[in-house]
Nanobody, 124 residues
């Protein structure tokens, strides 16, 4: 079992920055790949970024490359998502997730555990 708790969401103006955190717990959390997803009202959940706990392997959605950065601190048991140059279209509920799969998957179905989500709203 892995438990995930997100924090750091909020309201920000376009062009601004936010840093999301995902605190992981459970005996086997370090064996999972960690991902961030987002879901806007009326839309499907979409992949944002993923990382392994060593930080050496990362994957990003094309829509956030160059603006967002994912990182993992195993000592703190926390995964971060630094979001810069935010746009109104980044507005969504952001979810942290854990996958037991090999590689750095981008499909939500590859992830077994999910946090409760944190809202990010970018005003124009």
């Amino acid at each position: 079992q892995v438990q995930l708790v997100e924090s750091g969401g909020g309201l920000v103006q376009a062009g601004g920055s936010l840093k999301l955190s995902c605190a992981a717990s459970g005996r086997t959390f370090s064996s999972y790949v960690m991902g961030w997803f987002r879901q806007a009202p009326g839309k499907e959940r979409e992949f944002v970024a993923a990382v392994n706990w060593s930080g050496r392997a990362k994957n990003y959605a094309d829509s956030v490359k160059g603006r967002f950065a994912i990182s993992a601190d195993i000592a703190e048991k926390t995964v971060y998502l630094q979001m810069n140059s935010l746009k109104p279209e980044d507005t969504a509920a952001y979810y942290c997730a854990a996958s037991p799969s090999g590689g750095i998957p981008s499909r939500p179905t590859r992830y077994n555990y999910w946090g409760q989500g944190t809202q990010v709203t970018v005003s124009s």
